[in-house]
């Protein structure tokens, strides 16, 4: 290891030589160098004081945990003082997304746009995440627990919880489809889910337009800038929340958050006194199997 480190060290000093002569976009080396996960957040999102908290945070707590606590030391500013409360709340979501994907994805850059606040009906303030196409390298738990995070970061800073109007909720339901019907996603709720999802999610899940394809009714909604898919918001609505909902719930209880009972809907359990009765496999991971990928185990086998 101090042989790999040594070298990497020199090579980094003659490149970094090579640069001064001025040919390079830029004129030192772009790539930080990270022993740890806590180094990968901070060097990722470049925030300066997040490793050595983080490291204080994993002695205690799950990984999960750490994330959301470290994401509100950073939305309250006892990290490092941002200009605006929208500022911090956008480093915070970005800093516990880091950390769920372990620091080695681009989710946590470039899978958020932006996050902004916007106004209610009743004038108060909600928060509004934008979520880009490269969101799907996080992973369905990830995706969802970034709204988690969100959520738990909104509560502690005492901003109101998004309420959608009518017209907002079945635009969603039709999105969300055509983007399935367009890109196929992993889970398509159904048009209740989706709705469940949306008139109850306290974080107004937004998104980027990704698809060249328009929604063909529902346009030209005022707080929705967009008439294309947005391929970002129908992943976190779609494989994050609605096909990590057991997961969700797990973090949600956790943390005694409230306002997402409504997730109890989507966790199915089997209760009955027939001795007989079995729980069948469910096979639909194969089902949507791409050709060419190795299958290690089948539904429910043993050793599987």
Not at 102 to 111: D, F, L, R, Y
Not at 135 to 154: E, H, K, M, W
Request: glycine share 6%; aromatic share 6%.
């Amino acid at each position: 290891f101090n042989t790999l480190e040594s070298e990497l060290n020199r090579a980094i000093a003659l490149a970094n030589r090579a640069r001064t002569n001025g040919a390079d976009p830029k004129p030192e080396i772009e790539i930080p160098i990270a022993k740890d996960l806590a180094d990968r957040v901070e060097k990722l999102l470049g925030i300066e004081g997040v490793a050595k908290r983080l490291r204080e945070l994993e002695t205690n707590f799950s990984r999960e945990e750490a994330a959301l606590r470290l994401a509100l030391d950073v939305a309250k500013g006892e990290i490092k003082s941002f200009e605006s409360t929208r500022d911090a709340i956008e480093a915070a979501v970005r800093v516990a997304m880091a950390v769920l994907t372990e620091g080695v994805v681009a989710a946590p850059i470039e899978g958020i746009a932006k996050i902004d606040l916007a106004k209610n009906d009743d004038g108060s303030d909600y928060i509004r995440i934008y979520y880009a196409g490269p969101i799907r390298s996080a992973g369905g738990t990830a995706q969802a627990l970034s709204v988690l995070a969100a959520d738990y970061i909104r509560g502690s800073l005492g901003i109101n919880r998004f309420i959608p109007r009518p017209e907002e909720v079945e635009r969603y339901v039709e999105e969300i489809t055509a983007y399935h019907r367009a890109v196929h996603l992993q889970y398509l709720p159904t048009d209740e889910e989706i709705r469940l999802i949306v008139r109850n999610c306290p974080i107004f899940i937004d998104g980027e337009p990704t698809e060249e394809a328009e929604v063909e009714g529902r346009r030209d909604l005022p707080r929705i800038e967009t008439n294309r898919i947005r391929g970002g918001m129908a992943l976190v609505i779609a494989e994050g929340i609605a096909l990590k909902a057991p997961k969700v719930k797990k973090h949600v209880d956790k943390l005694k958050l409230s306002g997402w009972d409504w997730l109890e809907k989507f966790v199915v359990t089997v209760k009955t006194d027939d001795a007989s009765a079995q729980l069948k496999p469910k096979d639909k991971y194969l089902q949507d199997l791409i050709a060419g990928r190795p299958v290690f185990s089948y539904p429910s086998m043993p050793g599987g």
